[in-house]
């Protein structure tokens, strides 16, 4: 199964990445916090970039981001160059945790829960996670329900998948980025008109190979979604993310949910 051909790999590179970025320390503008998830009984950490240009007064687009196996909220936020992008274009991050650092955010179904610990229903839990981080956000700011974006990576790109398709009408645009392989060959055709897709993955990602996500593509393009596929030549596992950010947040600009 592709998710277990994944799961050693992912978490020893994105953690030694995750590692190497931490050196520089937290950007003071990027707000960690937790809140209580009462079904799981527990707190449940996220985290926050509020661009400078913020006005209360007006709507703000929103991106929500979703962390790779191993990994955590507060680190994929501190992408190289992701902050960057938002506060040029004016947006607000918002990153997950998905309840732990496995949670599939669903993708793998309500179960998932695999490791001491873990409740039975992690993979719900994981998946309500995101959709309660995006409640808090849209409660405390004025987000744009028309510029509502999600973007995950690795794992995270997974859970773009998934939640994407589960709730297609919350997202103007899905990005996964080198996502890990699931078993589900998705109705893409609900997409269309709904919401766009950038893809993203690199050639040279040897962690999660590329077929999986060329086969969405070509599915995307069958059913006439709105779509942007970048398949980056010199992109591995993890630097495809940031050497993309660029073109995903164009991407993002570029398609504004319509109105039906």
């Not at 992690?122 to 987000?143: C, H, M, R, T, W």
């Not at 690199?202 to 077929?211: K, Q």
């Not at 059913?223 to 993002?252: L, M, S, T």
Request: hydrophobic letters at 40%.
């Amino acid at each position: 199964m592709m998710k277990n051909k994944c799961l050693a790999g992912l978490a020893c590179v994105l953690l030694l990445a995750l590692t190497i970025e931490s050196f520089a320390g937290p950007r003071q503008e990027i707000q960690d916090r937790k809140y209580f998830f009462k079904s799981a009984n527990m707190h449940v950490t996220y985290s926050v970039f509020v661009p400078s240009t913020y006005d209360k007064s007006k709507e703000t687009p929103l991106v929500m981001v979703l962390h790779g196996l191993g990994s955590r909220a507060a680190e994929i936020i501190r992408y190289p160059n992701l902050v960057e992008e938002a506060e040029k274009r004016g947006y607000i991050l918002v990153a997950a945790e998905g309840i732990n650092n496995h949670g599939w955010y669903g993708a793998y179904g309500k179960r998932g829960g695999n490791r001491k610990g873990d409740p039975e229903n992690l993979g719900e839990l994981s998946e309500q996670d995101v959709l309660n981080v995006l409640e808090i956000a849209q409660k405390e700011f004025n987000v744009d329900p028309k510029r509502t974006y999600l973007m995950g990576h690795s794992m995270g790109g997974s859970g773009t998948w998934h939640l994407g398709m589960k709730y297609p009408e919350k997202w103007a645009a899905l990005a996964p980025l080198a996502s890990a392989g699931t078993n589900h060959d998705y109705d893409m055709k609900k997409l269309k008109g709904e919401l766009a897709v950038i893809v993203v993955h690199g050639v040279r990602d040897r962690l999660c190979p590329i077929g999986a996500n060329r086969l969405k593509v070509a599915n995307l393009k069958r059913h006439g979604v709105k779509h942007k596929y970048i398949e980056d030549p010199r992109g591995n596992h993890v630097n495809v993310a940031w050497e993309n950010f660029p073109a995903i947040f164009e991407f993002f600009q570029e398609n504004v949910k319509q109105d039906k």
